[in-house]
């Protein structure tokens, strides 16, 4: 066959594009992990937690048996024992709260940090942040001294937290892990306020932050099971008293399903049920529940992609409420509620999310399509990538219409590409892709002119 001049120059021009990594294939790292979570072990922490009688804000500190300031101390202990002969860093990080509605004397909020390195040095300033909070909570919010168990909210996000910083310990990842139990939740997300704040004041790059805020029961309050999802909020456009820049960008692209959570917990999701057969990542379309919140919403606040997980119905007897009989029915957040299978089954989501976001690359920057021009084919450029295991990058798309990715095109290690498809019908992204085929979340592109 006779290649005409002009076929054979665009044959010149546009480069072969290599092999895609196997983005299905399993790591073996991250299934070892999965497999070592245990809800022997977490129900085991969860009782030890409930065990001290009350975990409130205000409660006891000085007591080695009773109150919030022996949690914190052993909670810090066990992750320090579990972590030994490790790089896990664990510290406290503490402030004074001064009065305010649910505060009422200045009070230290303690949180418990863990930390893990990443080891690679073009990844390590780059964090994924996982949270519970250990503090509790009984009918009347100011109570310091009766008793709240509080081992559903949220001693099951506590003990998931800290399961999963002493299984992760043990392995090696490119970015940064933080493994957190927070304070002050119930009077306020005092403690992960503080953090977040810190890390803004810090620049800190904090590319996803999960909290795990009453996942312990499979069961609603008529007693249905349930034991095959868990809920992930994730929020679309922020609230802002005045949009950003970006946000109206997202708006005047129609890209308000396509904000760092959105594409966050898309990624937590696809990670989420390849590692965790026959579990589904329900994503809900919204920052939390009515009436609700959780420590989530300030890094979000402060422009960080954060999602929280939780059961997939919760029983409100067996939340805030002190512990007591009415009409033969026992009311309280008590451990005998708890799943502890399905606590591990979430735990290992987790684990399995934060794992493939900390071994891929970083998310491509600067995604842009150009639309200085009337056409129907979509040209793409980004930034490129520092790491140094880079395979190249993958353009994704989805109908307007959709809420996950439909489709997708591995493009090879450029920095731009023109696809046959109009912008106008589809949404894209841009992930980068590493040799091992650990996958990045998508970009989502902004116009360039």
């Known amino acids: 066959m006779q290649i005409k001049p002009l076929a054979l120059a665009l044959l010149i021009a546009v480069p072969a594009t290599a092999a895609e990594p196997d983005t299905k294939r399993h790591q073996a790292q991250i299934d070892q992990i999965v497999k070592e979570i245990s809800p022997v072990r977490i129900e085991a922490t969860i009782r030890k937690l409930v065990g001290f009688r009350t975990r409130h804000t205000m409660s006891d500190t000085v007591s080695e048996t009773e109150g919030i300031g022996a949690a914190r101390r052993w909670i810090k202990a066990e992750l320090e024992r579990c972590g030994a002969g490790t790089a896990l860093k664990v510290e406290f990080d503490s402030h004074i709260a001064p009065v305010s509605a649910r505060i009422s004397r200045p009070t230290e909020i303690v949180n418990v940090v863990a930390t893990l390195p990443g080891t690679q040095a073009a990844s390590v300033d780059r964090m994924y942040v996982v949270s519970g909070h250990y503090d509790s909570r009984n009918t009347d919010v100011m109570d310091a001294s009766g008793d709240a ?20 310990a043990r392995y090696k990842f490119d970015a940064t892990l933080v493994f ?41 309050e008529h007693g249905k099971k349930d034991d095959t999802q868990v809920r992930l ?11 950003s820049d970006a946000v109206r960008t997202l708006i005047q692209t129609g ?68 512990i007591r009989t009415e009409n033969g029915v026992l009311i309280g957040d008590l451990p005998q509620y708890n799943d502890y299978n399905y606590i591990a089954r979430v735990a290992r989501v987790n684990a399995a999310a934060l794992s493939s976001l900390a071994l891929a690359p970083a998310a491509p920057q600067k995604v842009q399509v150009r639309t200085a021009k009337l056409q129907n084919d979509t040209e793409l450029v980004w930034q490129a990538n520092s790491e140094p295991d880079l395979a190249g990058y993958r353009i994704v798309w989805r109908d307007t219409t959709a809420a996950d990715w439909q489709g997708s095109k591995f ?30 979340p998508a970009s989502y592109p902004t116009p360039l002119r």
């Not at 168990?149 to 992760?168: I, K, R, Y």
């Not at 927070?182 to 810090?202: F, I, N, P, S, T």
């Not at 979000?300 to 929280?308: H, I, N, P, S």
Request: aromatic share 8%.
């Open 255 to 322: 890209g308000e399903n396509d904000s760092l959570s959105r594409q966050l917990a898309r990624a937590v999701k696809e990670a989420g049920e390849r590692y965790v057969p026959k579990f589904k990542v329900n994503v809900i379309q919204r920052r939390d529940r009515y009436l609700r919140g959780g420590d989530h919403m300030p890094f979000l606040e402060r422009g960080y992609a954060a999602l929280r997980f939780t059961e997939p119905a919760e029983d409100f007897n067996h939340q805030h409420q002190n």
């Open 233 to 243: 909020f994730a929020e679309g456009l922020p609230v802002q008293k005045e949009n």
């Open 149 to 168: 168990p509080g081992a559903n909210d949220d001693a099951s996000g506590t003990a998931a937290v800290m399961e999963m910083a002493c299984v992760m």
């Open 180 to 220: 957190m139990t927070v304070a002050a939740e119930e009077q306020g997300l005092l403690g992960a306020a503080h953090w977040a704040e810190q890390a803004r004041q810090k620049n800190l790059n904090i590319a996803g932050m999960f909290t795990n805020d009453i996942i312990g029961s499979s069961r609603d």
């Open 411 to 440: 493009v090879g290690n450029v920095t731009e590409f023109t696809m046959p498809q109009s912008k106008d019908n589809v949404y894209f992204g841009v992930q980068a892709i590493d040799k091992d085929g650990n996958v990045s």
